[in-house]
C-alpha cells in the first residue's frame, strides 16, 4: 500500500502540471521496469490503443491516450502489482483478498460501460472510482496477520447480511470509512469520495459506481434472494441507460469477456478465475413478487395483548415473555409493517434491534444499527429525554437535524415511532415501529396506542426485576 500511496500522489501532482507532466511521467515510472512494462502493454492493447500506431514509451502513450487514461492505467497496474505479489498471506485471507480484486475490477469496467456515451475523461474517472470503490478492504486484507485471520474465520461463520456488523464489531469501524479515509488521504478525487459519503446520489457517475458494484457482487452469489436482487439491479441500470433488459446484458456479458483479456494484459491472470460468472445472467427471477401484506388496525387483538401485558405484570413475567406480546400487539394489534426492540450497547454507543417481527426482519436485524456519540438524532433524543417520540414527517424542517442519510436509508420515509424501554427508569432500550413496506402514513391515533403499549411493557419489566 505505501508504493501504491507514493504512486498516486506522484500522478496527482503531475496531473497539476500541464506543461512538464508528460515528460515527467515518463521519468517517474522509468525506475520501476514491470509497471513500465505492464503500461505500454495495456496501452497497446486492443481496448486502448483501436488502430493507433505501436507506443514504445510512456510519454509517447500519455501523448497518444490522454493523461487521464494513462494515470488509471498506472493506478490500476500498481494496485494489482501491490496486491497481487502480497508475501505472507494465510491462504484464506488470500482468496479473500482476489475474489474482492476480481469483483472491483469487473465492477470498473462494468461502469465504464454504462457511461460509454460520455465523454472519456468521466468513463475514466469512473473506471478508477468503481476500481478503488473497496479500497479499504482491499488495504486491510494485504495486510495479513493475526486480526486478518480472525476476522476472515469470523465471517466465514456468518451469512452476507450480517457481515457489516461483524466487521464493525472486530475494527470498530465499516470498510467504507476505511475506504473514505484513504481516498481522502491520497487525494483520489471527488468522484470516488462522493460515491462513498452519497451513493444513493442520482448522477450518472454516481450511480453508475454504485450499480456496477452492487451487480458485479451479486453476480457471485448464487442465493435465491441474490438472484432476484441481481434483476431488479440490471433492471435499473438498463432504466437509466434507457435499453432493454436483454441488450444490456448482452453489453454485460461482451464487457465480462473485455475484463478477462485486460486482467490478462495487466498480467493478473490469477483473477481470471475469480471474475464473477455470466452464467447468472441467465437465471430468470420468480415470475411475480408476493403481494405486500397490510395489516390493518384489529381493536379486538389490541385489546387482548393489553390485557395478556396486564397478566405479565400481575404475574411478574420475564423480559421475553413481555417483549413477544408488546411486539404482536403492535404487529397485528395496530397494524404495523414491522415493529423491534432495540437495545443498547453495553458502552451505550450505538443501539439495534434485538427482537424484530414484521417484513424484512433479517435485514433490519443485521443493517440496522444507529451510532448514538455522531451528534444527535431521535434515537438519542428519545433515550436522553425517556419519552416517546413520533416523528410523524422525516422530511420535515422539525426533524431535518435530527435525520441524517444512513438514518433516513433504514426507517420509513412515511414516518416512524420510539418509545424508551425503562427498568427502573434507566433506559435500555427502545421500542420502535413504522409501516415502512406499504408506506402508509401514521396517524396520532397510531402513537397513542404505540405508547399505551411502551407504558404498560416498562410497567411489566419494572415489576418483574423486584
Known amino acids: 500500500m505505501p508504493a501504491l500511496s507514493s504512486t498516486v500522489k506522484t500522478l496527482e501532482q503531475l496531473a497539476k502540471d500541464d506543461v512538464s507532466s508528460l515528460a515527467i511521467l ?19 492493447s486492443a481496448i486502448y490503443n483501436k488502430g493507433i500506431s505501436h507506443v514504445t514509451t510512456v510519454s509517447r502513450a500519455a501523448v497518444v ?105 472486530v475494527l470498530g469501524t465499516s470498510f467504507t470509512q476505511l475506504s473514505m479515509g484513504i481516498a481522502k ?38 442465493a435465491k434472494d ?24 448482452g453489453r454485460m456479458i461482451q464487457c465480462s469477456h473485455a475484463t478477462r483479456k485486460l486482467a490478462d494484459t495487466y498480467g493478473a491472470k490469477v483473477l481470471v478465475a475469480f471474475l464473477p460468472d455470466t452464467h447468472q445472467l441467465t437465471l430468470a427471477p420468480s415470475q411475480q413478487d408476493e403481494p405486500i401484506k397490510v395489516r390493518e388496525f384489529n381493536v379486538s387483538l389490541q385489546l387482548k395483548k393489553l390485557r395478556e401485558l396486564t397478566d405479565c405484570a400481575i404475574n411478574k413475567a420475564n423480559f421475553n415473555e413481555v417483549i413477544t406480546i408488546t411486539l404482536s400487539g403492535l404487529l397485528d394489534g395496530i397494524g404495523m409493517d414491522r415493529c423491534a426492540v432495540m437495545l443498547l450497547s ?31 438524532n431521535v434515537f438519542a433524543e428519545s433515550i436522553d429525554l425517556k419519552k416517546p417520540l413520533f416523528i410523524d414527517n422525516p422530511q420535515s424542517e422539525k426533524w431535518r437535524l435530527y435525520l441524517d442519510d444512513e438514518l433516513k436509508k433504514h426507517t420509513s420515509s412515511q414516518g416512524f415511532m420510539l418509545a424508551p424501554i425503562l427498568v427502573d427508569n434507566k433506559v435500555i432500550g427502545l421500542l420502535y415501529a413504522d409501516r415502512h413496506s406499504s408506506e402508509r402514513k401514521l396517524a396520532d391515533e397510531d402513537f397513542e396506542r404505540f405508547t399505551h403499549f411502551a407504558q404498560l411493557t416498562n410497567l411489566c419489566l419494572s415489576v418483574s426485576v423486584h
Open 226 to 249: 441474490d438472484i432476484e436482487e441481481l434483476h431488479r439491479r440490471i433492471k435499473q441500470a438498463a432504466d437509466m441507460l434507457e435499453l432493454e433488459v436483454d441488450e444490456f446484458k
Open 26 to 44: 515518463g521519468r517517474s515510472v522509468m525506475h520501476d521496469n514491470a509497471l513500465t512494462s505492464r503500461i505500454l502493454k495495456v496501452a497497446n
Open 185 to 222: 488521504n491520497w487525494g483520489l478525487g471527488e468522484v470516488l469520495v462522493k460515491s462513498l459519503s452519497n451513493p444513493n446520489e442520482r448522477t450518472p457517475e454516481i450511480r453508475s459506481i454504485f450499480l456496477a458494484n452492487k451487480i458485479s457482487e451479486l453476480m457471485a452469489s448464487d
Open 346 to 376: 453495553p458502552n451505550r454507543k450505538r443501539i439495534q434491534p434485538r427482537v424484530v417481527l414484521g417484513d424484512n426482519v433479517d435485514k433490519m436485524k443485521n443493517e440496522f444499527i444507529v451510532e448514538l456519540y455522531q451528534g444527535k
Open 65 to 169: 491516450l490522454g493523461f487521464d487514461t494513462i494515470r488509471n492505467i498506472c493506478i490500476t497496474a500498481k494496485l494489482l502489482s501491490s496486491l497481487l505479489e502480497n508475501k505472507g498471506l494465510s491462504e484464506p485471507v488470500y482468496h479473500r483478498l482476489l475474489t474482492l480484486m476480481a469483483r472491483a475490477f469487473q465492477a470498473a469496467m462494468l461502469a465504464k460501460m454504462m457511461l460509454r456515451d460520455h465523454d472519456e475523461e468521466l468513463q475514466e474517472e469512473v473506471f478508477i472510482a468503481a476500481l478503488l470503490y473497496h479500497l479499504g478492504e482491499s488495504a486491510f486484507w494485504s495486510m495479513g496477520g493475526e486480526t486478518t485471520e480472525r476476522l476472515d474465520a469470523r465471517l466465514n461463520q456468518v451469512d452476507a447480511k450480517e457481515a457489516s456488523a461483524v466487521v464493525r464489531e
